[in-house]
């Protein structure tokens, strides 16, 4: 059994920053591929970030490039989501998840929630205009 704690979110001003950490327990997650997602209000949950397990390479949506850093603190057993410049469409729920396949990612399988095994509970950021 995994578990992930989510936390990190709250309220922030247009243009600031925010860092939302991923702890696991029960699963060593420099072991595994790690991602994070996002659901707005009335909207599908979509990729945001990920990093593979075997080489740490770190995928992200155009839409967060150059503004979100993924990373991993292995000490900590923590994945974190470093989010700067934040936007109002930005705002959202926020989730990691952990894919426990331990695969070589051949295509985009990162980009799909049903990659994923195990989520955490979600944690709210708000950025206002």
């Known amino acids: 059994q995994v578990q992930l704690a989510v936390s990190g979110g709250g309220l922030v001003q247009a243009g600031g920053s925010l860092r939302l950490s991923c702890a696991a327990s029960?699963?060593?997650?420099?072991?595994?591929?790690m991602g994070w997602f996002r659901q707005a209000p009335g909207k599908q949950r979509v990729f945001v970030a990920a990093?593979?397990?075997?080489?740490?390479?770190?995928y992200y949506a155009d839409s967060v490039k150059g503004r979100f850093t993924i990373s991993r603190d292995d000490t900590k057993n923590t994945v974190y989501l470093q989010m700067n410049s934040l936007k109002p469409e930005d705002a959202a729920v926020y989730y990691c998840?952990?894919?426990?396949?331990?695969?070589?990612?051949?295509?985009?399988?990162?980009?799909?929630?049903?990659?994923?095994?195990?989520w955490g509970q979600g944690t709210q950021v708000t950025v206002s205009s």
């Open positions: 998840a952990i894919d426990l396949k331990r695969k070589f990612y051949i295509g985009a399988e990162y980009l799909s929630e049903y990659e994923y095994d195990y």
């Open positions: 990093i593979s397990w075997n080489n740490g390479v770190a």
């Open positions: 029960g699963r060593t997650l420099s072991s595994y591929s």
